[in-house]
């Protein structure tokens, strides 16, 4: 073999592994790192998360917790498949329940899948409309027909898995804690107060949102829509507390930004926003500026308002961080649908199986999950690179600390006021 030969054998597992890497599309994180695998009708599912911390105090009937959240036949308005979503801890935890900092393997097995009812009918053949079918079809040329294969709701087992140890993570960090709650079902909104409500007010009910009047409205209207064969969706919002100042980058990784290929990624997601939003858009720039001022208790700069969502020039500023994930109606319904066939003919097809009328209540728990795991990833980058080597500055020479968490070093300065016919601080902006 000459040396130009083994030059080339030598690159190609290289070349391999990278294309694999970046196109196979099923890995999240940079740091803190999930692999999901496995079909929504094949032996089970599971997740393999690399770049866990050691020595985090994890057990699996705190991963069980939500997983249950998420698991399918819990009510009238979810689908009735009847799965205990059982997980199985394979690796990267001890006996006594502590992380190894090693890949943590995580396993669910399918128990209750019916292939039958999408095999023994026309829906072996025909696309259903708005599903991934007919896109798995013409990237891979060849038809995942059982449950949508990778393209399932199931799939977000292991995201949920993972979710449970990031949530464990970024509690013992700085109190953090991340929850959701459905605050829209079609055109019916709800009244909720994103600083106080808990996990157990988004319980309380099968809609999963803490305003129990406008729950109770948002259930009368999934379930009109579920006994006529149809579907209909709504938007989850989610609210993460304590979030220290300082967590993401700038350009193409601010933290809005892979919130939101975290929260896109989720089956049926179809719109993001970040504070505001949208609605933002119709204030002027007085009314949306989040002004600061120094609270007189910790001394840390605060924000009046969080029309940010917590997060300013894509990093966090210390507000709660609030994010607004739009979710379309299930793609498959019981009325029939025009569609066509995987050899080009034009047919009638009606939905049978089993599946959600409204994916919302069960996206409560994979919303969550997926900002804890963007937060955890963002906050190891944080630590690796600019708290590596401590700020040894005296503490006027350091930045005010930011957010609801930070305290200013010996307290909050004096507070002179300002003398009369001051005139507001004049600051010449040339911006691009």
């Known amino acids: 073999m000459n040396l130009k030969t083994a030059f080339l054998l030598a690159s190609l597992p290289a070349v391999n592994a990278f294309t694999l890497t970046m196109g196979s599309g099923n890995s999240f994180g940079r740091v803190f790192r999930i692999s999901t695998w496995g079909e929504s009708h094949g032996g089970g599912v599971g997740v393999t998360l690399d770049g866990c911390p050691p020595r985090v105090k994890i057990t699996r009937d705190e991963i069980q917790v939500d997983l249950d959240r998420r698991r399918p036949g819990q009510s009238r308005i979810t689908t009735p498949r009847n799965e205990a979503d059982a997980v199985e801890i394979l690796s990267g935890v001890t006996p006594d329940d502590v992380t190894t900092g090693t890949p943590i393997a995580m396993l669910v097995r399918n128990k209750d899948q019916r292939s039958g009812d999408y095999l023994d009918n026309d829906m072996s053949v025909a696309y259903r409309p708005s599903h991934a079918d007919a896109t798995y079809d013409a990237k891979y040329g060849v038809r995942a027909i059982a449950g949508g294969g990778r393209s399932s709701a199931r799939e977000t087992i292991g995201r949920v898995a993972a979710g449970a140890i990031a949530r464990k993570i970024l509690k013992q960090y700085n109190d953090i804690e991340v929850l959701a709650y459905v605050s829209k079902v079609q055109d019916i909104g709800c009244d909720v107060d994103d600083s106080t409500f808990t996990m157990e007010d988004v319980d309380a009910n099968i809609v999963r949102c803490p305003d129990q009047a406008a729950a109770e409205k948002m259930l009368e209207r999934i379930d009109e829509i579920r006994k006529a064969g149809n579907s209909i969706g709504g938007v989850v919002t989610c609210v993460a507390r304590n979030v220290p100042a300082g967590l993401g980058s700038p350009v193409f990784d601010k933290l809005e930004a892979d919130l939101a290929k975290a929260c896109m990624s989720i089956p049926a997601a179809k719109g993001f926003e970040s504070g505001d939003g949208f609605e ?11 002004e600061f001022y120094i609270d007189p208790e910790t001394g840390a700069t605060r924000t009046k308002t969080n029309r940010s969502g917590g997060i300013q020039g894509g990093i966090s500023n210390g507000e709660n961080i609030v994010v607004h994930v739009a979710f379309k109606p299930t793609s498959t319904i019981g009325q029939a649908q025009q569609t066509v066939t995987r050899d080009g003919q034009e047919v009638e097809l009606r939905g049978k199986g089993r599946h959600d009328p409204c994916v ?73």
């Open 280 to 290: 933002g858009t119709l204030l002027s720039g007085k009314e949306h500026n989040d």
């Open 360 to 432: 919302l209540p069960r996206a409560v728990p994979m919303v969550e999950a997926m900002v804890a795991l963007t937060l955890v990833d963002s906050l190891m980058m944080q630590q690796a690179q600019c708290e590596l080597f401590p700020n040894e500055a005296d503490a006027d020479s350091k930045p005010n600390p930011m957010g609801t968490t930070a305290r200013r070093e010996g307290g909050p300065r004096e507070v002179v006021a300002a003398a009369a016919g001051d005139k507001p601080i004049s600051q010449q902006i040339d911006e691009e």
